[in-house]
C-alpha cells in the first residue's frame, strides 16, 4: 500500500522542479540535511529532523517531470518513493508517491491513510 501527497506549489515547473531535487531547497522541507547526486544510479544521503539517517539510491530522473529513488534506514527493509510534477492552474503540482518494500509493506498498510495535517515535526513545503 501505498503513502501519496500532493501539493500544489504556487510556481512554475522550473522553480518547483529546483524545489524537489536541489539539496538546499530539500533542507527546507525535507531533511535538515541532503547530499544527493541527481543521476540514475546516483546516491543520496537525507538526515531527517530528527536525526534519523536514510541511505538512497536514484533510480530513475525525468528533467521536470519525475524522479525516483529507493531509500533506507541501516538494515531495515526500505521503500520507494516518486516525486512526480504536473502543470496546474495557478502553479505546478507536485506528487510524491512512497511505497514501502520488503515485510514492512504490509505492517505500513494502516499508515497509508491520507492525511492532510501536518504531524509533530513535519515542516511544511515552501518555496520563498
Known sequence: MSCIKEVLLPVGADDAWEAVTEPEALE????????????EGGSATFVLPDGEERRAIVEEVSPGERWSFWWWTGDAPGSRVTVELAPA????????????VGPWASAAAPLAAPRRTATPGQRPLTIA
Do not use: C, M, N
Open 28 to 39: 527546507e522541507w525535507l531533511a535538515d540535511a541532503v547530499e544527493l547526486d541527481l543521476r
Open 89 to 100: 492552474i495557478g502553479g505546478t503540482t507536485v506528487r510524491v508517491t512512497e511505497a514501502p
